[in-house]
């Protein structure tokens, strides 16, 4: 976990298992006794893997613990933030944006970013989720913000993300009733893009991966910017994002690969 080093301890994180691949970063969450509560720690480890992620751009698939047939644990991605250090935050806490930022430089990764969902996603566990580029979730999956009842509000992203990912009608009933949805909810209201079975959670993500990996890396980190761009900035940053890409050696390459599998097809 060095931020100024060119290559990503993984064995100096305590709150996440890391796996790292040629072209992709897979992070568990790693904090089953505390059902993977969010803490300081964890938050200062994902800035960590943010870090390493705006050097060295990869996919980023987040997941979090699997379910235990022998000891009976349930699956979780995250409950949340720890309630113990929230009960003990103040006014100045929630003004420095503790996850807010956090989920932030996560959405703004330079690579997609995947979330594969099961079991109890809540809170600031469900804020992850909002800030990822995809979710894929299990029929075990139950995703929401409790916040209003326990006398807060969902502030690290959900009050705007929400309302984009599933419309201001549930975004409301989750947010302000206190509304959980299932897996196939989240399937209906377009919060997840694939609802697979538990034990092909992370093959279904790392199968997505594969198919991002396979565009080409620029391509990509350009589309997912301009995507995200705010609408008056539109056409213009397409079209000069397109005259990048238009020059760029991998455009070449690629369309006379397309031309050549053409003439001998």
């Known amino acids: ?14 709150t996440l298992l890391v796996e790292e691949r040629g ?10 006794e505390v059902r993977n509560a969010i803490d300081q720690t964890m938050v200062d480890e994902l800035h960590a893997v943010c870090a390493y992620l705006e050097r060295t751009p990869k996919v980023l698939i987040l997941s979090g613990t699997a379910a235990d047939p022998e000891t009976g644990a349930k699956a979780i991605f995250a409950s949340g933030a720890d309630i113990a250090q929230l009960r003990e935050r103040r006014r100045d806490d929630a003004l420095a944006g503790i996850n807010s930022s956090l989920f932030d430089r996560i959405a703004k990764l330079p690579m997609p970013v995947i979330a ?17 580029d995809f979710r894929i979730g299990t ?15 969902a502030a690290a992203g959900a009050t705007w993300r929400l309302r984009e990912l599933v419309g201001e009608p549930l975004a409301k009933e989750i947010l302000l009733a206190g509304r ?17 079975e538990p034990g092909a959670l992370l093959d ?47 455009k070449f390459d690629r369309m006379q690969q397309f031309l050549d599998r053409k003439k001998q097809s």
């Open 1 to 14: 976990m060095n931020d100024a080093g060119t290559a990503l301890d993984a064995s100096a994180f305590v």
């Open 204 to 250: 279904a993500a790392h199968a997505l991966a594969g198919r991002i990996a396979r565009q080409e890396p620029l391509a990509v980190r350009l589309t997912k910017t301009v995507f995200h761009s705010p609408r008056e900035v539109h056409p213009l940053i397409d079209n000069l994002t397109q005259g990048l890409l238009f020059e760029s050696a991998a």
């Open 180 to 196: 959980t949805l299932t897996g196939e909810e989240c399937l209906s209201a377009g919060l997840i893009t694939e609802l697979v």
């Open 116 to 132: 594969a969902l099961d079991g109890y996603a809540l809170g600031g566990g469900a804020e992850l989720a909002y800030a990822a």
């Open 23 to 32: 072209d992709r970063l897979a992070v568990q969450l790693n904090r089953p």
């Open 139 to 153: 029929s075990g999956l139950r995703m929401g913000n409790p916040e209003t009842g326990l006398g807060i509000m």
